[in-house]
């Protein structure tokens, strides 16, 4: 997945979680998830996750509440999950996920941003087998726990891949363990900094540096919309 790309992004993403654009996404997503699964965290693993991701980025305590709060309003019931699929520079692959309350205008800034930087939005399913959806779990390194112990824990859960980087360990696995997963590495005492669910390329492209700027400059676009969640890529 391209580590070290990947490591420029999430250290733009420390940067990006002191900006005030961060919690009205954050709060989306904490949103919908009280809207689909109800307002309990402790029986909504999808809530409970939404609130921890919350939490890793500083989102207030009000902030989570009232985002909580909104799931059982109007304005609730006017967002929808839509996601677009395109090429960007050099070929790259991109799947974008969003958090709407107008569909017209996503769609819209979506292809400005690919019309303006070397790309094209493709018709949606197009990328359907070039990725695989999985859960997530990233943890750090926790005083008195193993990662090997962990690794074998979260088997009977579901677990697909266990990755070690650094202090940092990855869990992987089908998108249908997400909530077993969860739960599985909560209750093993271990640190848990995000889980999400995430679209994983199956045949990923290595890119020179010179490309991976461009791509960047578009990807970087993408992040910025007030209704982009997520935007994965196949980059190697």
Known sequence: MGRAFEYRRKSKEKRWGTMSRVFPKLGKVITMAAKEGGADPESNSKLRSAILNARGQNMPKDNIEA????????DAQAIVEVSYEGKGPHGVLLFIE??????????????TYFNKNGGE??????????????????MEKTEGVDFD???????????????VIDDMAIAYGDYKSFGSLTQAAES?????????????PNSPVEFGEEQLVEIENLIDKLEEDEDVQAVYNNIA
């Open 67 to 74: 985002a909580i709060k909104r799931a059982s309003g109007k």
């Open 98 to 111: 969003c958090a709407t309350d107008n569909t017209n205008r996503s769609v819209a800034n979506v292809k």
């Open 121 to 138: 939005v493709v018709n949606n399913g197009a990328f359907d087998f070039l990725f695989s959806r999985k859960a997530v779990i990233e």
């Open 149 to 163: 112990d962990v690794e074998l824990e979260l088997i009977d859960a579901g677990l697909e891949e266990f990755e």
């Open 188 to 200: 093993l005492g271990v640190t848990i900094k995000k889980t999400s669910l995430q679209r994983i």
